[in-house]
């Protein structure tokens, strides 16, 4: 267990300068030396554990991680949405629409 935090340690004082920060480049190869998760791993949650070290990627990969990859969940409301709001039903305000399609939403799940 002591042999990571050695490696890491040393790494970190060779990227660092003489004044003790650290240039993009050398922060790159910092991130770069990690060793790489396996499929099984979650990312967000090893980028949770390795913000510390990794202070801008780690805030830039949480954001671009967390967005989902598909457009399905919204193209399934708006098509809830084009069901509820029809040529019939054109008076309906906003707030009704809203609660028309939580309520038809919440039904599904049942």
């Known amino acids: 267990m002591k042999e990571p935090a050695k490696k890491k340690r040393s790494l970190l004082l060779l990227a660092s300068d003489s004044d003790g920060k650290m240039g993009p480049n050398r922060l790159l190869s910092l991130y770069k030396a990690e060793p790489s998760i396996s499929m099984e791993e979650c990312p967000l949650q090893w ?64």
């Open 47 to 110: 980028w949770s554990t390795h913000a510390g070290a990794h202070l801008q990627r780690s805030a830039l990969a949480r954001k671009h991680l967390a967005t989902p990859a598909t457009s399905v969940p919204c193209e399934r409301l708006f098509s809830l949405a084009g069901n509820i709001v029809q040529k019939k039903r054109a008076a309906l305000t906003s707030e009704n629409v809203n609660k028309l399609v939580c309520l038809s939403d919440w039904l599904r799940e049942k």
